[in-house]
């Protein structure tokens, strides 16, 4: 089933749980290429998102790139100029949502505080779309996941 822009954003955080549940785990050898990300969810967090991730380091966020050894990595468009930022590992691993076995990424050792403590769980909404919950990989905090979209670009 395939959702609308103006669907996925007038859906909760809860209602963005209750989704990604019922989504099917991807398989990796089947992700590999190029995803144009857009933030979704309520109006606060689409609203907070770019300047967080700016002050972050991730301030141009444009997507993802899946690579077939494993790895992928954040997409930074400035200027109409694309670079590349904080390499992940992508890991078959239990849900920190569902505690379901799942795919995720893990930000590799070297990146820059906050994103050494970041995982990012993948379920694929359609053939060409994926959603992503980021979580905070520290106690107390796994709970709270924030939802993106990653469309095949």
Excluded at 112 to 138: C, K, Q, Y
């Amino acid at each position: 089933m395939s959702y609308s822009m103006e669907e996925l954003n007038h859906m909760s955080l809860k209602q963005f749980r209750d989704l990604f549940v019922s989504l099917s785990i991807p398989i990796p050898s089947e992700i590999f290429g190029k995803y144009h990300a857009a933030f979704v969810g309520p109006a606060w967090l689409r609203a907070s998102a770019a300047p967080a991730l700016s002050l972050t380091g991730l301030g141009g966020w444009w997507g993802k790139e899946f690579f077939n050894n494993g790895t992928a990595i954040n997409i930074i468009s400035k200027d109409g100029n694309f670079s590349t930022r904080f390499p992940m590992r992508f890991m078959q691993t239990r849900s920190f949502i569902d505690d379901r076995g799942g795919l995720a990424l893990h930000y590799q050792k070297g990146n820059p505080f906050p994103w050494m403590h970041v995982v990012d769980e993948i379920r694929r909404i359609d053939e060409s779309t994926l959603l992503g919950m980021t979580i905070a990989n520290v106690r107390g905090l796994r709970g709270l996941a924030f939802p993106f979209i990653l469309q095949k670009a």
